[in-house]
């Protein structure tokens, strides 16, 4: 017996429209949340058919109640995915028996580690990612429109007032890309590493994992052949099928 039951269209609807709630009980909150915002990923011609696939195998598979799809996807997808960066490219080094991949295969395997072991491989993981999940040109862009029209104001000439806002666009471009790592890192670390050592489900989805999935998809869009949000919807639904065996 499969975890939902709703109606396929009832089901595209509610991705469509991004709802809160899966439209029927039995899909766990954090599935839902990462079903929708992969919906809102993909491309408007792949969307609807992934979300009638993932309704399809909903329908046929009652979910383990821990996170070993997680684990599963997280192992053989985005940490594949992430390896195409160079920013990142060591987050699924199989030699390294305490990185996010090895614990991760280890959870999927049914033995997860203490909260310690995984807050020490998250932690260097996700100041990784976000560090380049960060969108430093928009960043600089505003900082030096504002740095430059200040100047201005002030009685700086052009050229001079334009030198003004790259300089201060440089200096705070890097610092605010740190610190949004680092907070990013320390939060989610603590967070994550708890609902994956306790393999709790409704934790974890208090993590905001779409979110999360927002930021592969940044610190990645610029790498590889095929769309990060096609890589990881089809590498979520093979998840899903493996973890109920």
């Not at 017996?1 to 899909?27: D, I, K, V, Y």
């Not at 992969?38 to 383990?64: F, I, M």
């Not at 305490?98 to 580690?113: I, K, S, T």
């Not at 995984?118 to 430093?136: K, M």
């Amino acid at each position: 017996m499969g975890t939902t039951t709703a109606a396929p269209a009832a089901f595209l609807a509610a991705l469509r429209t991004g709802s809160a709630e899966p439209p029927a009980t039995g899909a766990p909150a954090w599935l839902w949340q990462l079903a929708t915002a992969l919906h809102g990923e993909l491309p408007a011609s792949a969307a609807d058919a992934w979300a009638t696939r993932l309704h399809g195998l909903l329908g046929t598979t009652r979910l383990p109640a821990g996170l070993r799809a997680v684990h599963v996807w997280q192992a053989d997808t985005v940490l594949p995915l992430l390896a195409d960066t160079s920013d990142t490219s060591d987050t699924s080094d199989t030699s390294d028996t305490a990185g996010p991949a090895a614990l991760h295969r280890a959870a999927a395997r049914g033995a997860p580690a203490g909260r310690t072991a995984w807050r020490s491989a998250l932690g260097p993981f996700l100041l990784r990612l976000h560090d380049a999940a960060y969108d430093r040109a928009a960043v600089y862009a505003e900082g030096h429109t504002g740095a430059r029209d200040h100047a201005l104001a002030n009685g700086y000439s052009a050229p001079e007032a334009d030198a003004h806002g790259h300089a201060y666009a440089r200096l705070t471009t890097e610092a605010n890309a740190r610190a949004c790592a680092e907070a990013h890192a320390q939060a989610l670390g603590t967070a994550l590493a708890a609902a994956y050592a306790a393999d709790d489900a409704p934790a974890y989805a208090g993590t905001f994992p779409e979110a999360q999935l927002r930021a592969v998809l940044r610190a990645t869009a610029a790498t590889g052949d095929r769309p990060g949000a096609e890589r990881l919807a089809d590498g979520l639904l093979t998840a899903l099928t493996a973890a109920r065996r």
